[in-house]
């Protein structure tokens, strides 16, 4: 869906997941990692349990698939653009695959789940029987602070 839409925005976020280990950080960590395995690799094949030494590589191996596989997910983001007569959400896969939603904002409504311990546990937009989630991945402060400035702008665009 091209953005037709010619107005300046009200409000335009994008959301992205957090990961608390950047790239740096995972190379630290797999360099260590690769220095144990090799230290205690060497002593058990100097020991004559070699079996040891491929087994320590398969764990290191697995844990490198297992962070490879979080930053693949981390491509997932989302995009929320309101201007006074149109809100545009764009969800991108981490496959690439991008889904658009278009939605007139005078009809539109934004609905907050809350827990009590928990703070908000779901969002969503909805809007003449469609309904489309937001910041699923996001963590509890993030929610609270998207919420707060997209329900805020969502009134703003409503008054006109």
Request: aromatic letters at 14%.
């Amino acid at each position: 869906m091209e953005d037709t839409n010619t107005e300046d925005p009200i409000f335009h976020a994008r959301l992205t997941p957090y990961r608390s280990l950047g790239p740096h950080g995972f190379r630290v960590l797999m360099s260590v990692l690769i220095g144990c395995w090799l230290v205690t690799g060497i002593v058990f094949f100097a020991m004559g349990a070699w079996p040891v030494f491929g087994f320590f590589g398969l764990d290191v191996l697995l844990i490198w698939l297992a962070f490879r596989w979080n930053y693949h997910a981390a491509r997932a983001h989302e995009e929320v653009k309101l201007s006074p007569h149109h809100l545009a959400i764009r969800k991108f896969a981490p496959s690439g695959r991008i889904a658009e939603h278009g939605f007139n904002p005078f009809w539109t409504q934004f609905n907050v789940k809350r827990h009590d311990f928990a703070g908000i546990t779901g969002m969503s937009v909805e809007s003449q029987g469609r309904r489309v989630t937001l910041g699923g991945f996001l963590n509890p402060d993030d929610r609270e602070s998207f919420a707060k400035a997209f329900a805020t702008a969502l009134g703003q665009a409503k008054r006109g």
